[in-house]
């Protein structure tokens, strides 16, 4: 019992650890690319549940952290940098990238806004990632005393990314229209009207009027693809670890909804909160499954 408690408690401080260190982070990036006064006065507006929701957003970052250098099968920088790339990519690039593709409706995003929040994101994960490791003891190489992962060869995966990009087409265009397009607000925000048109209709008419927009998701879900893949190679073993491990870091790109901000009205976060928590959590899930090697390759 001892024992159990014992190592109940080391777990905590190490989670703690990754706590501080993402939040420490964070208050740095935001100092060396600070928030636009304008929109800074319109975080401040918010009051103080912004700041608890944030921190509630910093914990379930943390600890999805946590668990990546738990079950990681390697370590020093060879991990450091898959983490950056897996956290940086997954919760701000892609972000950013859908903040582009509905510019128009952010009215008070500006294009700065989007690069900065991009730059603050790499900063904050170049300091949180390399220090929760130094803290926890993650540079020391095999230190999950797992050993290093298999390789997998390159034409067990490269067959997977298209499918894999076109299934997230897929799983946002159900999404989209299924959750967050039947909230009469989100139609209007976006549209202008209230009006539920059938899916069909909807769909035909979204591709005729920018038949650009989904080859871009396609590249998205490609990008997706990647960042799983990377995800799957830093965590090895088994699939389990591979699918839980990618469907939280893809979830947490939802959760970003959680925290209030001045871009979005809470009638459409909210329901956005829904759709892509849903969407890519079961995305995630998915991938950890398809991506991860039948068999391991000799290295």
């Known amino acids: 019992m001892n024992i159990t408690i014992k190592n109940a408690a080391g777990l905590m401080l190490r989670y703690l650890v990754v706590f501080s260190a993402v939040c420490m982070a964070v208050m740095v990036s935001t100092w060396i690319v600070p928030v636009r006064p304008e929109l800074m006065e ?139 397009w039947q909230f009469p607000a989100v139609r209007e925000y976006y549209s202008g009207s209230t009006e539920l048109v059938p899916f069909f209709a909807y769909t035909l008419a979204s591709i005729s009027g920018s038949p650009w927009f989904m080859g871009v998701q396609f590249l998205r879900g490609a990008l997706w693809c990647l960042i799983a893949l990377l995800a799957v190679r830093i965590l090895g073993g088994k699939k389990l670890v591979s699918m839980i491990g990618v469907g939280a870091v893809f979830t947490l790109f939802g959760l970003q909804l959680l925290v209030p901000n001045p871009m979005m009205p809470t009638a459409i976060r909210v329901p956005h909160l829904i759709e892509t928590t849903a969407s890519m959590l079961l995305y995630g899930v998915f991938l950890g499954r398809f991506l991860h090697p039948r068999r391991p390759v000799a290295a």
């Not at 060879?78 to 972000?95: D, E, K, P, Q």
């Not at 128009?104 to 995003?109: D, I, P, R, V, Y």
């Not at 298999?150 to 229209?177: D, H, M, T």
């Open 42 to 180: 319109g975080i401040n507006s918010l009051g103080a549940a912004f700041m608890a929701i944030t921190m509630v957003n910093f914990a379930l970052t943390a600890l999805v952290m946590f668990l990546y250098l738990r079950f990681s099968r390697t370590g020093g920088w060879r991990l450091a940098v898959g983490l950056l790339v897996v956290f940086w990519g997954a919760i701000y690039v892609m972000s950013q990238i859908e903040s582009l593709i509905f510019n128009e409706a952010l009215t008070s995003m500006t294009t700065r806004d989007i690069i900065d929040t991009v730059l603050r994101g790499l900063i904050s994960n170049a300091l949180s990632v390399p220090f929760a490791m130094w803290l926890t003891g993650r540079f020391k190489k095999g230190a999950g005393g797992q050993g290093a992962a298999p390789r997998i060869a390159v034409s067990e995966y490269a067959w997977k990314i298209p499918i894999g990009g076109a299934l997230y087409v897929v799983v946002y265009w159900l999404f989209g229209y299924f959750v967050a």
